[in-house]
């Protein structure tokens, strides 16, 4: 094992770790500012929570864009430019005359600046270990439920002595730190292997069309735009090529695109209780201490959960999706437990929390590495822009409509209900996934995916 580790794979490791507890703990703190905002704009539910849930989506619906960027540029320069725009956003907020002003800067280039950070920095850190990705990546997803675990705590205490627009010029310094943390990833031995393959293979091409050319023109006299009607030909295959190998690829992968739908509702369902559950502690009449406790041990149990599922899926007999449906049916059990009275105390609260939190921490440990077996290494990257994206559409989706069912009902009820089901149909969702893998481990006694996705809906 220790010869398939490359040493600065532990530095790119804890520096995608860092980038996400830095990103991910502002924007899962989110909801405490959304408390502040209501008091200072004296607007609804759903209008602030939409400043937190297009943060979010922006973060997550800009994939595409990152992925695209990756490939013309580098993942550190994406990282670097990630820094520079997130840090600038969260500088301007101090500054918010109202909601407009606060959605452009917090929610779209914020965004895009998290964005940026995210999707560099985590497949990186798959990569470098392409033997023990699930291991890798559940840790450094952990970093983004640390996040969740210190910042609420933090944010109250900063709240209370600064003031909300005060706060903002703390995390704006915090931000800043995702600059050297961008700086130190560098591109693993699986990118340079890739590339020296392309490479070997531009070269035979080049040599090919070098010596047919001469040969062409020295014995058979014909012009030469003959032959560079050739070369043309095979370049548009080529293209025709790469084109095929990503994107369509990618669109007769059957099980990829049951995945990307359970993305899309886990997030929308996600984002909604990250932002709507603070108001509703609140509510209830828990202060805010007690508000930022819950919201840390949630994150707590999420991060447990995210080193759990990287531990348990990196095991060959595991069927990973099994656990992931598993992980969809827990949350939405427990977001409708929190429309029962009996449970509506700090008591019950706490074990919601727990168990919210563990069933979180499981699907975010799970996605990059099932994403993995799903598309396949090389198709890691445009797989995960194109998820991020719909996934992107479903966060700017829920809370407004978790918060605008409150809203006009004037019950958190309704939005617990809604999410719940939403959450359950999307495990629902996975079903055909699971049992194939089910039957396919009955048949070799080893958990396998990639076998019925990555050759389309045709593979028998």
């Known amino acids: 094992m220790a010869k398939d580790l490359e040493p600065w794979g532990f530095v790119v490791a804890v520096s995608a770790f860092m980038i996400q507890l830095l990103t991910f703990g502002v924007s899962l703190s989110f909801g405490l500012y959304v408390i502040e905002l209501q008091k200072e704009f004296h607007s609804g539910l759903s209008l602030i929570s939409a400043i937190g849930a297009i943060n979010l989506g922006v ?61 560099p920095s985590h497949t990186l850190s798959g990569l470098w270990f392409p033997r023990h990705m699930g291991l890798s990546t559940g840790l450094v997803t952990s970093g983004s439920a640390l ?19 005060g706060s903002m010029y703390i995390l704006a310094a915090f931000n800043l730190q995702t600059i050297p943390l961008s700086a130190l990833l560098r591109k693993a031995p699986i990118q340079r292997q890739w590339e020296r393959n392309k490479n070997d293979l531009s070269n035979r091409k080049a040599t090919e069309e070098k010596v047919g050319g001469k040969c ?14 050739s070369v043309d030909r095979e370049k548009k295959h080529e293209k025709h090529h790469k084109v095929q190998s990503s994107f369509f690829r990618l669109s007769r992968n059957v099980c990829y695109h049951l995945y990307i ?8 369902f996600f984002a909604a209780i990250v932002l709507i559950l603070p108001d509703y502690f609140v509510t209830v ?15 707590i149990f999420s991060f447990l959960g995210c080193i759990v599922s990287g531990f348990v899926s990196s095991h060959p007999k595991i069927n990973k999706v099994a656990l992931l449906v598993f992980s969809n049916f827990v949350s939405g059990i ?3 437990a929190y429309t029962y009275h009996v449970l509506q105390t ?54 407004p409509l978790g918060g605008n069912l409150v809203d006009e009902t004037g019950s958190f009820e309704s939005a617990f209900y809604y999410n719940g089901t939403a959450v359950l149909l999307a495990g629902i ?32």
């Open 59 to 119: 973060q997550l619906g800009a994939g595409p864009l990152a992925s695209f960027l990756m490939q013309k540029t580098s993942y550190r320069k994406v990282c670097l430019l990630g820094a520079v725009l997130s840090s600038i956003g969260l500088s301007a907020l101090p500054f918010t005359p109202n909601i407009p002003y606060m959605i452009a800067f917090y929610g779209i280039i914020t965004g895009f600046g998290y964005c940026f950070l995210y999707v």
């Open 147 to 165: 996040g969740g675990i210190l910042f609420p705590m933090m944010i109250t205490v900063i709240i209370e002595t600064y003031g909300w627009r």
């Open 216 to 229: 062409y023109d020295e014995y058979v006299g014909d012009p030469v735009f003959t032959i560079m009607d």
């Open 261 to 268: 739908i359970n993305g899309t509702v886990w997030s929308a």
């Open 285 to 299: 009449g828990l202060n805010r201490s007690d508000t930022a406790w819950l919201m840390s041990l949630q994150h």
């Open 334 to 336: 427990v977001t409708f």
């Open 346 to 399: 700090f008591s019950g609260f706490v074990a919601l929390s727990v168990f919210g939190g563990l069933s979180s921490g499981i699907y975010l440990g799970l996605l990059v590495v099932i994403l993995a077996d799903v598309v396949g290494n090389e198709l890691i990257g445009d797989g995960m822009g194109l998820m991020m994206f719909a996934s992107g559409i479903g966060t700017v989706a829920g809370p």
């Open 429 to 460: 969702v996975l079903a055909p996934v699971t049992l194939r893998g089910l039957i396919r481990r009955g048949k070799s006694r080893k958990y396998s995916v990639s076998s019925f996705t990555k050759q389309g809906p045709s593979t028998r």
